[in-house]
């Protein structure tokens, strides 16, 4: 039996549709332990990751590997005073370090905050403060050690963990894990206990850090299994740097409660050729990227890759000519999916119904998913409206949906009022009951498979002084899907001109991370305003497509 077996229950008809599906599991449940060190117990030798970096090195790790190194990592932690309830944030790229560390982490009790190696000293005081974090575990490339030193000055931060490298102020993962015993006594987790604290950004303020407790390894058999396909004894890759969630959709625990093994490849600059031949050298067989990786490769037209057997999208809208023309030469069909950092997935095509291009699917079968008004009528379909989670059928919320938003409860409360969760995305459902992507109301920004909130951008703009006000929004961009423009209305004194523009990019560019970079701008001489004072970002995008 298949571990994930243990945790679940399935019934299908006679035409193998998906009739019911349910999470089992106890009370005190730790992925860690009842996972990994259950695999390796049975399967010691059994295939978990294959990693390998763009100088050509590679490792194949198994379940009895991880299982010794979690522990090693779990005893070099204790041993310096981080253990149960302790905020750990974690910024180790693809770097196969990452999931040992991810692993011990949940066997300590710990919640792990998963962060980019992207960002700036303000990005990691700014979390590091809110979700109050003891210490830090940081690749030990792109300066990552001197900026959290500097960051350590202007926060409550203890420790700074690197690995492979000793650095003055730190500790050296990789020389402590060496001298640590294999062996880890059980440190007893509630699965209602929290796990992870993942930081997402947001229109109306800072980035928020989502909560998700231990039953949220779990829900991701429905990610693996259904919508992804990952299948026992196989490899499955997903392209998604660590410290974003999707990392935890496809680079960790649904692949391994069904048995598949994970692909890692690290790098930092994207090569399609690159990933084209990583695919066929492992022989790849179920793959998820976000839109942007296929745009490139259908593009180029790399895409012979035979060893794949299914392939999934998400993270934004796929272009529908992107899907047709990338089955045209693989006769796989790109499945889409779609849910966010507090939830797992949502709706997907599932293999039960054929799949339609652009179609974000239909409802998982861990949610009862609504499209409601303003309102919170129920829309008639072809109506948009906003995607939200129902309740289960206990009334409770379930599983895989945040426990709550880190040192904001008012905004957790805001995100379930009216007894439902809402996403804050619309969409809207045709009569065959697939769901079709509309807009995102928090004008979240999608650029190159990122989020980027557009408050974040304007925080840095307004330090300029030739910027009186500004407005931040994504604009449709072939290759990465959005791209981000900025409107701005100048200070006086000022006068537009393309100097300007070019230094006002510049000094914003300068202080954001790479993928928040503004790509155009225009100077406008009013801002569309509404009633209460509040640029409304709808009119601007409406302007850019006039």
């Not at 944030?89 to 692993?103: D, G, I, N, Q, S």
Request: proline share 4%; charged share 25%; with cysteine.
């Amino acid at each position: 039996m298949s571990i994930y077996q243990q945790f679940c229950r399935e019934e299908y008809d006679s035409q193998g549709i998906l009739t019911d599906f349910s999470l089992e599991y106890p009370e005190n449940y730790n992925f860690g332990y009842d996972v990994v060190d259950a695999i390796a117990k049975e399967s010691p030798s059994k295939q978990a990751m294959v990693w390998c970096d763009v100088h050509g090195n590679e490792k194949t790790f198994t379940f009895e590997d991880v299982s010794k190194y979690s522990n090693q990592v779990c005893n070099a932690l204790s041993a310096k005073g981080i253990g149960k309830g302790d905020t750990v944030m974690v910024m180790l790229k693809r770097h196969y370090e990452y999931w040992f560390v991810a692993v011990a982490l949940h066997k300590l009790g710990a919640i792990m905050a998963p962060v980019t190696h992207m960002l700036t000293v303000g990005d990691m005081v700014y979390r590091l403060e809110k979700g109050n974090m003891k210490a830090t575990i940081c690749t030990h490339e792109n300066e990552a050690p001197a900026r959290f030193l500097e960051a350590k000055e202007q926060s409550r931060l203890e420790q700074i963990w690197t690995i492979k490298e000793s650095i003055d102020g730190c500790f050296n993962l990789t020389a402590e894990m060496e001298k640590a015993s294999t062996e880890f006594e059980r440190v007893e987790t509630l699965a209602t206990e929290p796990l992870l604290n993942y930081f997402t950004s947001g229109t109306t303020g800072q980035p928020k850090g989502v909560i998700h407790n231990h039953s949220y390894t779990l829900a991701h058999i429905v990610t693996a299994k259904y919508w992804h396909r990952a299948k026992d004894n196989g490899l499955h890759f997903t392209v998604a740097e660590t410290g974003w969630a999707k990392s935890s959709w496809g680079k960790l625990y649904g692949q391994w409660l069904v048995g598949s093994a994970v692909m890692v490849f690290d790098f930092d600059s994207f090569d399609p050729r690159q990933l084209m031949m990583i695919i066929n050298k492992y022989k790849v067989n179920t793959f998820c990227a976000p839109p942007t990786i296929y745009r490139y490769l259908v593009k180029t037209g790399l895409m012979e890759m035979p060893s794949l057997e299914h392939v999934t999208t998400a993270g934004e809208a796929l272009n529908p000519e992107v899907f047709i023309r990338f089955r045209e030469a693989t006769g796989l069909s790109i499945l889409e999916g779609y849910g966010q950092t507090e939830t797992t997935l949502i709706l997907a095509n599932l293999p039960w119904f054929e799949a339609k291009p652009g179609a974000m699917g239909k409802p998982t079968p861990l949610y009862n998913v609504s499209i409601r008004n303003s309102d919170g009528t129920i829309t008639e379909d072809g109506e948009v409206g906003e995607i939200v989670i129902l309740p289960n059928e206990n009334g409770e919320k379930p599983t895989g949906v945040f426990s709550t938003y880190s040192d904001n409860p008012e905004l957790y409360a805001n995100a379930w009022s009216g007894g439902v969760y809402h996403t804050g995305d619309t969409a809207w459902r045709d009569e065959e009951g697939y769901f079709w992507f509309n807009g995102r109301s928090d004008d979240i920004i999608k650029t190159g498979g990122y989020r980027v909130g557009p408050y974040e951008i304007e925080n840095v703009l307004m330090e300029h002084p030739a910027v009186l006000e500004c407005s931040v929004v994504g604009v449709p961009d072939p290759l990465r899907g959005q791209a981000i423009k900025a409107f701005v209305l100048l200070s006086t004194g000022y006068e537009a001109s393309s100097d300007l523009k070019k230094e006002i990019k510049r000094f914003c560019n300068e202080r954001t991370s790479d993928y928040k970079w503004i790509r155009f701008m225009d100077f406008v001489d009013e801002m569309p305003k509404t009633i209460s004072g509040k640029i409304k970002k709808r009119d601007l995008k409406e302007w850019e497509n006039a």
